[in-house]
């Protein structure tokens, strides 16, 4: 099966998610951020929060295709995410994901009831939660698993309106916030140690934290301000002034409870010879494949969520970004056997390891880059169509090829699928660094492509990357069969009421046909 | 009697197929007897892209499927859009010159012929969409347009060039030029054996 325009459109006008359900509400009570159904969508002003372990991928390096080093890896995810869930509860944030060791939260209290000086609570809580993150990954958690390399912490904020809905489907849970903040706190983390945040967040800070921020870059047109380890341990007067009491051994002791219950030897970890059963896995069975990872974020969405002036605009689009999501995955899953594993707002990470194998190696590439280029098809020509007037989507792609190591982690229900590999953070920076309509590919994808009309379309780009600007499958195509008509190598046959067209025809007759026109008498 | 009266059978074959293939088809026979089907025909790249979705009416000869006359392709949209003129393959009637009859591939004797027919029609559309698209850059750049891929020459040259192709075409066989005619009574005095 491959990507068809046909078929594609037949999809989305069958679902185009018109008569899907809604119901946009402001965020008041903690039971409705924990309990979202798929059509409840709650707005809230909160702060949001990014925390990150910024050489994660030098740990994931360090692994390497050494397996027990690969089970300490996983197990300090499982620790550091189990962790992770009781520092949020403990300080009453909301956990919208935790994306590896990539954890994404909201301060939501006190709820926003129209007083503005209530904000000031809200960022006041998410910094002295991101300073306990930090205390905890350097103080605690590095000391307590130390088969692996020390966990740096970065934490990016920052403030304002967004829309939380549950995207999980079969009863899990599976959230995504939409607006330009949560992107905003992505954008802004810092390296190691560092708490950066907004100037609007810098405004309202109480005087003994203001202190500590310096003012840094500034990101997508907002100022920024950035701490630089910020710690209880090392600043205790500042955990009295603010009143928090940090309780280090009580985290140690959780977390040594943690790694204790999860036994390296109870980590199986297996090579995928099949397609992964996602539903299968486990933080005990793991897979690690050969495949190429790939990042598509939706490129203007988050403009058009921030613009949305009324609950009507804002139901428009989440009913969008399901028809888009819903489109993606079937040109991920079922045009090309590719797997979709994580959502990240409205950006989605997935592999293709099919087929398996070394000598796959370049097929792999090559299907993955048509993944890439079906994705594109599909936003420019199928769903553009039906976005009426917002026509300014369009999708940024990243993919490299290597190695890639797939689990779940987390209670059932609540299972998030996780996946890292050097070249999964590969993508990931170059899906970050590509602007609309672009695919990037690293320079390992680009080597395997064999279709020249294909490898003519990539262009080099910064690094060791190439890239490709516009390149849907009906741009392909014409090029393909422009050049075919003129070498009289095209030809076309009717099978099943269906026309076929192809741009290799032989030159006796037999099923294809092409026209050898005259001008007549 | 007409040759769907003769073959039934045939025609139905003929209105099933066009069914499939053209959207909103309708057939019938017009006041002289001519049977035709008609409906949008949409030209489609590899991977499904519609180029061009061209209303086409196509006729049957009366002497059809015999005698090497296969059936007329007429087009009925585009005619605000498209150049009509010799290179372009399209009459001042706006029927298409999709070959030379003799030369078809296409063999009109079986009863699937007609999906023969959409496979050359659909690769004559394809390339007819790439030559009007230079007809109008020629009014900018003022190149002109080549016809993309092999054609043969107008008129009887062209016929010649298709016999020549053919290898041999008999005395009594039907004229190549699909005029219904013995090719001894027709374009072999003017072209030569």
Redesign the interface.
């Known amino acids: 099966m491959?990507?068809?325009?046909?078929?594609?459109k037949d999809r989305v006008q069958e679902n185009d998610f018109g008569d899907f359900e809604v119901d946009v509400r402001d965020l008041r009570r903690t039971m409705d951020f924990r309990n979202l159904a798929t059509k409840d969508v709650r707005r809230a002003e909160a702060v949001h929060l990014y925390v990150d372990v910024p050489n994660f991928h030098r740990a994931v390096e360090d692994a390497g295709n050494d397996k027990q080093k690969q089970r300490k890896l996983v197990r300090a995810a499982s620790v550091l995410r189990k962790v992770q869930g009781d520092l949020l509860e403990h300080d009453d944030i909301g956990d919208i994901q935790r994306q590896t060791v990539r954890l994404h939260a909201l301060a939501f209290k006190p709820y926003d009831t129209d007083d503005a000086s209530l904000e000031a609570d809200r960022v006041r809580s998410a910094v002295i939660h991101a300073i306990t993150h930090n205390t905890y990954i350097v103080d605690v958690f590095n000391d307590v698993l130390d088969d692996v390399r020390d966990f740096g912490c970065a934490v990016g904020l920052a403030s304002g309106t967004s829309y939380i809905a549950n995207i999980g489907r079969h009863g899990n849970r599976e959230l995504i916030s939409l607006g330009s903040c949560a992107n905003l706190a992505a954008k802004i983390l810092g390296g190691k140690g560092t708490i950066t945040i907004t100037d609007g967040m810098f405004d309202v800070l109480p005087d003994c934290l203001k202190g500590r921020f310096k003012k840094e870059a500034v990101v997508a047109g907002v100022q920024t301000y950035r701490a630089t380890g910020l710690r209880w341990s090392q600043q205790p007067e500042l955990a009295e002034e603010l009143g928090v009491t940090w309780d280090e051994d009580k985290w140690r002791k959780k977390t040594e409870t943690y790694r204790d219950d999860l036994p390296l030897d109870s980590i199986e970890i297996s090579d995928a010879t099949v397609k992964i059963d996602v539903e299968t896995l486990t933080e005990c069975n793991c897979k690690r494949t050969a495949a190429v990872a790939f990042f598509a974020d939706l490129d203007g969405f988050t403009r058009y969520v921030q613009e949305a002036e009324d609950d009507d605009q804002v139901v428009s689009l989440i009913r969008q970004f399901h028809m888009i999501r819903a489109e993606f995955h079937t040109v991920v899953g079922a045009d090309y056997e590719g797997l979709v594993l994580q959502h990240r707002g409205d950006c989605i990470l997935g592999i293709l390891h099919l087929p398996p194998g070394a000598d796959s190696h370049s097929k792999r590439c090559e299907k993955a880059v048509d993944i890439a280029i079906g994705l594109q098809?599909s936003m420019e020509?199928v769903l553009n169509e039906h976005l009426t007037d917002r026509k300014d989507i369009h999708v940024a792609i990243g993919l490299a090829v290597g190695k890639a190591f797939v689990t779940r982690l987390g209670k059932k229900g609540r299972r998030v699928t996780i996946c890292f590999g050097p070249e999964v953070s590969e993508a990931e920076g170059l899906q970050v660094s590509s602007t609309a309509r672009q695919i990037r590919v690293s320079s390992e994808v680009y080597d395997q492509l064999s279709d020249e009309d294909v490898k003519e379309e990539f262009k080099k780009a910064g690094g060791a990357a190439y890239v490709a600007t516009g390149l849907t499958?009906?741009k392909?195509?014409?090029k393909?069969?422009?050049e075919a008509?003129?070498?009289?190598l095209?030809?076309?046959?009717?099978?099943q009421?269906r026309?076929?067209?192809?741009?290799n025809a032989p030159t006796t007759?037999g099923t294809?046909?092409?026209?050898?026109?005259?001008?007549?008498? | 009697m007409h040759w769907y009266e003769r073959q039934p059978e045939r025609w139905r074959a003929e209105q099933r197929i066009a069914s499939q293939l053209l959207d909103g088809s309708c057939n019938g026979i017009d006041a002289d007897g001519v049977a035709f089907v008609e409906g949008v025909f949409h030209v489609r790249s590899g991977h499904g892209h519609v180029y061009e979705s061209v209303t086409i009416r196509i006729e049957y000869p009366h002497s059809f499927p015999d005698r090497g006359q296969p059936p007329r392709v007429v087009l009925l949209s585009h005619r605000d859009r498209w150049e009509v003129c010799a290179d372009a393959h399209i009459y001042s009637d706006w029927s298409l010159c999709l070959f030379v009859p003799g030369e078809t591939p296409v063999d009109f004797s079986r009863a699937d012929s007609l999906t023969g027919l959409f496979a050359v029609l659909h690769t004559f559309l394809f390339k007819e969409h790439l030559f009007q698209r230079a007809l109008k850059r020629q009014l900018v750049t003022g190149v002109v347009p080549e016809w993309p891929g092999e054609s043969r020459s107008h008129g009887r040259t062209g016929v010649a060039e298709a016999v020549r192709e053919i290898g041999k075409v008999g005395r009594n066989e039907p004229c190549p030029c699909g005029s219904g005619r013995k090719f001894k009574v027709c374009c072999m005095r003017l072209i030569g054996r």
């Open positions: 491959a990507w068809d325009e046909q078929r594609s098809s020509h499958f009906p392909l195509d014409e393909k069969e422009e008509a003129r070498a009289g095209l030809g076309a046959s009717v099978e009421g026309v076929t067209v192809t741009t007759p294809w046909y092409n026209s050898t026109p005259w001008g007549g008498n």
